[in-house]
């Protein structure tokens, strides 16, 4: 799988990412299961297979049982540390945490960014994470508290490079001002179904009457250097498997995907990777399937150029309308 360099960091990475939201089974307190462990080391291991050497993570993935059954099957699968490229996320917490009635809620304080990755480290059995993302914004965020946690981190060799993920470009320059260390990444939500950070570039002052106020994320992102992630690159699977009560836009886009997959001779999952993959940004998808099949299939996108036109085509059925 061909690779490229993250702006501002060593890091050589593949153009897809393997993501370890629901490797881990369930999302309660149980132990992982022998079967979740066992359908964990398959899906790493063709993801391995297939060339990918990114691996996505986030502390509270199934609790962070995630984390913990990733670590165990790089040992079982005799995996070297520095062949494979680690991120995780912190910042969210769960109810009851730690005390019984405290509320859900968002924590970029030190204490809880620095615990945060010591537990994260644990799991995945390693002294260090290459990325570390905040995972989304907390409104009570003070910035000199996130820069004391990057700090300590960096200085004592747990983390190497820092980001974000679902931050908007006012809250990542409110960072910047503070941090001293390069934020390389933010991780969003983009498929061909879920395309707004796109096209919201196309509308702005399109005409009087239909103004879009532009956040312009994907803008700012590539001026600063910052690669773009996408999670559910695929939407949920809806582009390759569109649900009987799907809205006009998937159906629309999901019937292309696939005739352009029979033109090309490749999977449904290739051509609608391609679709983020043929932007500039560049935008690295975050595959989150746990069938290994369906792993390979999506890796196929790394074999496709779409053209211009395809990649009109395919926002056009995805809009109900086309761009100009």
Request: hydrophobic share 40%; net charge neutral; glycine share 6%.
């Amino acid at each position: 799988m061909r690779k490229f360099v993250i702006p501002q960091t060593n890091l050589s990475v593949t153009r897809l990412a393997y993501g370890n939201m629901q490797i881990g089974g369930s999302w309660d307190d149980r132990a992982p299961l022998a079967e979740d462990r066992a359908k964990a080391t398959r899906v790493i291991a063709r993801a391995l297979e297939c060339g990918i050497n990114f691996f996505d993570h986030a502390d509270i993935y199934c609790r962070g049982k995630s984390e913990m059954v990733f670590g165990d099957a790089l040992r079982e699968l005799r995996v070297n540390r520095t062949d494979v490229i680690l991120q995780s996320k912190c910042g969210i917490r769960f109810g009851a945490d730690p005390n019984p009635g405290d509320p859900a809620r968002y924590d970029f304080s030190c204490e809880h960014i620095t615990h945060a990755v010591e537990g994260s480290l644990r799991r995945l059995r390693t002294d260090y994470l290459d990325i570390l993302l905040l995972h989304r914004p907390d409104a009570l965020v003070e910035p000199r508290e996130v820069a004391r946690a990057f700090d300590e981190l960096r200085r004592a060799g747990k983390v190497r490079y820092f980001g974000v993920s679902n931050h908007t470009p006012g809250q990542i320059a409110l960072l910047r001002k503070f941090v001293t260390q390069p934020l390389v990444v933010n991780q969003l939500e983009l498929n061909l179904w879920h395309h707004e950070l796109i096209s919201e570039g196309l509308l702005a002052n399109n005409d009087a009457a239909h103004y879009t106020n532009a956040t312009g994320i994907l803008e700012y992102c590539r001026a600063q250097e910052m690669i773009l992630q996408a999670w559910a690159p695929v939407a949920g699977g809806r582009l390759m498997d569109p649900p009987r009560d799907a809205d006009a836009g998937i159906t629309r886009a999901a019937a292309l995907v696939a005739r352009l997959a029979q033109l090309r001779n490749t999977s449904r999952e290739a051509i609608a990777l391609a679709w983020l993959l043929r932007h500039p940004a560049p935008i690295q998808p975050i595959l989150g399937t746990t069938n290994p099949e369906r792993v390979a299939a999506s890796c196929l996108a790394d074999e496709i150029e779409l053209t211009r036109e395809e990649w009109y085509a395919l926002l056009e059925a995805a809009r109900g309308e086309p761009a100009p």
